[in-house]
């Protein structure tokens, strides 16, 4: 079964490249442009894995993984950050917030359909 990813990014080059790299590895792939559209996306998506960045304009990753996880139905759904940060008070806010992993931009496509398929499986 196609597992479905759900991308939440301001970019739309980001955006644009998260869907070639994982429609190419053969995920489903629903887009949201912040924190706000991406928690309206969650019930049409039904996503298996989340990937967020942090910095977004109207809701950012943080207050977006704290809606995810207030959600009983998402409540263990994977959430990576793909974000240009890397500091590790930024790591710990995501994790304390529910997220499950940390990956820095640029980030390189075998890494990140590998993290997926790992904390999808």
Do not use: C, H
């Amino acid at each position: 079964m196609t597992k479905t990813i759900l991308t939440v990014d301001d970019s739309r080059m980001m955006r644009e490249m998260l869907l070639m790299v994982l429609n190419g590895a053969g995920f489903n792939v629903v887009q949201a442009e912040d924190g706000q559209d991406g928690l309206r996306a969650l019930t049409d998506a039904r996503p298996d894995v989340i990937i967020t960045d942090i910095n977004m304009p109207n809701l950012d990753g943080y207050g977006f993984i704290e809606g995810v996880r207030r959600d009983d139905t998402y409540r263990a759904t994977p959430i990576i950050v793909l974000s240009t940060e890397s500091s590790a008070e930024k790591k710990a806010r995501a994790r304390d917030a529910g997220a499950t992993g940390w990956i820095v931009k640029p980030f390189k496509a075998d890494t990140l359909i590998d993290v997926i398929r790992r904390v999808s499986a």
